[in-house]
């Protein structure tokens, strides 16, 4: 035997499957007179299995070893299916206007099964051409493509009905919306509207989204049925994606430090204390295009420059909201930002923030001598220079140890060297603490105009700030603050403006649940409370809102949301009741 002719030999003594392997070891015993245990080796067989095997084909001689071929099952498939009577239904359904796929569906539905090929063929046998395109009301009523209603204030309806909807937690941000006056403060605000969709109402969607918290580009359209989110914003279904990408775009730019500020006196009208302490921060909000006339700026999550938008951020140190938010801000301009944020605060409250806390790079040393002239404390950090490293070397002996006991940190005793200095643009001498052993190689560089509050407060309570970092990381996560590029591209002055508005109503729903609660991220608190279904049932005077058995509901309850009977001024004045299940 040559070796060419060997793969044609292991095709028969090599089998690839069981029945393929019976026939060869049985052909081998009974024509070819193999010794069983000869053929048991060759084939892989024990001796008692092969007797088995032997055994069973003496019961069955006719043992089918070889499957009719692919071709003749697939034709006497086909030949079973059309059957004369078949025919007759394909046909008769042609005769009612159907079309092939209408044919199929019909045959489905009576669990037979025909392709749409099969079917063109029996039609065109007989002598049928194509359909002509039909209008709609000519179709089958069969399954199709919905069509959500377009969204209308005048065909807002509150006829007593029940439904289910996902978006349950919402309405717990009801009463706040409530107790602010919202309707009152959109009002005091030029934005744009129409008899369709008025100010209040394309903006209380806006913001039904933005609480929710889903990414932009996929938080609307899939909702576009769900009757909660509409019933929310008072429309008898909530926006598509088109009409909010376009009303954002229509808001004039002075509009936006308008609701900033009745916002914020809105706020003000809920007893709420007002801080002393501020955190103030930059963020980058990336731009991920090529042709787009914005500048580069530092984005701290990526350790590079690139173009964005820069927006500058206030926060409450003690309620931890957000007061302040500016989006439209150039390079040269940046620098003065803490200024206008002193002046927006003035002007709102009658008196000047207390204390402010920022990075080195947030302005200038110009401003801080502005700042020290208002009489407004400030904590800072100093940019490190190896010429000013170099100075600390100079006084070892002035070093000395502190204990921090209010933070819980790794580095609780740190080596302090803390100095009266001068700076240039600034007037009078500035106080300059230098820390290490604090979890950095080069020492930390804290500069105040508070000259006699004790070094280890103030270490402490800069070592707080890290507060507003986390916060903006929420915002950014949660409220998706950086979503420029989405299916509903808004303006970066609306959405920062929604944010704003949203994390204060977070803030507010937090402190009433509890004190557990007062510091807990949106993405938390929307965890355990506000992503939950709910029924909602319209009743002749009344919208009651009932979720089910949910494991942080006993915390709701001890807040008395249960007690919720306040009536809501887009409704109709229908009263909003809250119940547990």
């Known amino acids: ?58 019961q069955d001689p006719a043992l089918p070893f070889f499957l009719p071929s692919r071709h003749v099952l697939r034709a006497a498939a086909v030949a079973a299916k ?55 009301e000519e179709r089958p009523l069969d399954a199709r493509v919905s069509v959500a209603p377009v969204a209308d204030v005048r065909a807002f309806s509150l006829a007593p009905r029940q439904w289910r909807t996902e978006f349950g937690g919402l309405f717990l ?27 209040a109402h394309a903006l209380r969607s806006l913001l039904a989204l933005k609480l929710f918290g889903r990414a932009r580009h996929r938080h609307v359209m899939p909702s576009v049925f769900d009757e909660g989110l509409a019933l929310f914003a008072g429309l008898n279904a909530i926006p598509k994606r088109s009409y909010l990408t376009e009303y954002s775009c229509r808001i004039h730019p002075r509009c ?25 921060d930059f963020h980058t909000i990336p731009f991920h295009g090529e042709d787009a006339l914005l500048e580069k700026h530092y984005v701290s999550k990526r350790s590079r420059r690139q173009k964005g938008i820069l927006a500058f951020l206030a926060q409450d140190a003690q309620q931890q909201m957000f007061c302040y938010a ?4 150039r390079k040269d301009e940046q620098n003065d930002e803490i200024l ?56 070892p002996s002035a070093w000395r140890r502190i204990e921090l006991k209010n933070v819980a940190r790794q580095y609780r005793f740190p080596k302090i060297l803390d100095q009266r200095i001068s700076l240039d643009d600034y007037e009078g001498p500035i106080r300059q603490i230098a820390i290490t052993d604090f979890g950095h190689e080069k020492p930390t560089l804290l500069l105040t105009n508070q000259l006699r509050r004790s070094a280890p407060s103030l270490i402490e309570f800069y070592a707080r700030r890290m507060l507003i970092e986390n916060s903006i990381a929420d915002s950014v996560d ?39 609660y007062t510091t807990a991220h949106s993405s ?15 009743n002749r005077n009344t919208v009651e809102v009932a979720f089910g058995k949910r494991a942080h509901s006993p915390l709701l309850l001890a807040a008395g949301f249960q007690d919720t009977d306040i009536a809501v001024p887009w409704w109709h004045g229908r009263r909003l009741k809250i119940s547990f299940g």
């Open 326 to 329: 500016n989006a439209d801000l």
């Open 524 to 538: 938390h608190l929307f965890r355990d409370f506000i992503e939950a279904q709910a029924r909602v049932t319209i």
């Open 340 to 395: 206008r944020f002193v002046q927006f605060w003035k002007a709102r409250t009658g008196t000047l923030p207390k204390e402010l806390i920022f990075d080195s790079k947030l302005t200038t040393y110009s401003n801080l001598n502005a700042l020290n002239a208002q009489k407004v404390d400030f904590i800072t950090l100093r940019r490190r220079t190896e010429k000013i490293i170099e100075g600390l070397r100079e006084h």
């Open 478 to 516: 949660f409220f998706h603050i950086d979503a420029l590029s989405s299916a509903v591209a808004l303006k970066i002055n609306c959405d920062l403006q929604l944010t704003l508005i949203a994390s204060s109503l977070y803030r507010l729903l937090g402190a009433r649940i509890g004190k557990e």
């Open 82 to 136: 059309k059957t004369p009577a078949l025919h007759e239904r394909v046909i008769a359904l042609r005769k009612q206007n159907c079309s092939i796929y209408d044919i199929q569906r019909a045959l489905q539905e009576r669990d037979e099964r025909l392709s749409a090929p099969a079917i063109w063929k029996i039609l065109t046998a007989h002598g049928f051409a194509k359909l002509p395109r039909r209008a709609d």
């Open 1 to 58: 035997m040559t070796n060419t002719n060997r793969p044609l030999v292991d095709a028969f003594l090599s089998p690839v499957n069981a029945l393929h392997r019976q026939y060869e070891a049985l052909r081998a015993f009974y024509v070819d007179k193999v010794p069983g245990t000869q053929v048991a080796a060759r084939f892989n067989y024990t001796p008692g299995s092969f007797r088995l095997l032997c055994h069973q084909f003496r």
């Open 256 to 280: 936006y430090p308008q609701l900033m500020q009745h916002w914020f006196d809105a706020l003000g009208t809920l007893g709420i204390e007002r801080g002393e302490s501020f955190h103030l």
């Open 173 to 199: 941000f009801i009463p706040l919306l409530v107790a602010l006056r919202f309707e009152e403060v959109i009002a005091r605000v030029q934005l744009p509207g129409t008899a369709q969709i008025p100010a």
